[in-house]
Nanobody, 125 residues
Framework: QVQLVESGGGSVQTGESLRLSCVVS????????VGWLRQAATKERAGVAA???????TYADSVKGRFTISRDTAKNMAYLQMDSLKVEETAVYYC???????????????????WGQGTQVTVSS
């Protein structure tokens, strides 16, 4: 059974940075790609950043130029570097796996089949 565990969340002020980490353990299904999604209070879960099998990245428009998704395949780790954080980005951030090949945007939560428990990010002014 595949497991994803996020870490690195916390409380920061506007403009500061955080780096989230995700470790994938257990059975790692082949043909799956990683993404980061978030859910703020009273809002639907939304994709933030995603990696394709060829390393191609996809970002939500609101985070382009500030967030960077990366992976260390040898360590089964994925990361989300978040710079210049904004108050409205306060949310629970999830690491998740989707099939690399599929229809729909790689940021669409409906494509993701395996999820971590999430890590809270709080940005205050």
């Amino acid at each position: 059974q595949v497991q994803l565990v996020e870490s690195g969340g916390g409380s920061v002020q506007t403009g500061e940075s955080l780096r989230l980490s995700c470790v994938v353990s257990g059975y790692r299904p082949s043909g799956y790609c990683v993404g980061w999604l978030r859910q703020a209070a009273t809002k639907e879960r939304a994709g933030v950043a995603a990696l394709g099998r060829d390393g191609r990245t996809t970002y939500a428009d609101s985070v382009k130029g500030r967030f960077t998704i990366s992976r260390d395949t040898a360590k089964n780790m994925a990361y989300l570097q978040m710079d210049s954080l904004k108050v409205e980005e306060t949310a629970v951030y999830y690491c998740a796996l989707r099939r690399c090949v599929g229809s729909g945007s790689p940021l669409w939560p409906g494509r993701y089949e395996h999820w971590g428990q999430g890590t809270q990010v709080t940005v205050s002014s």
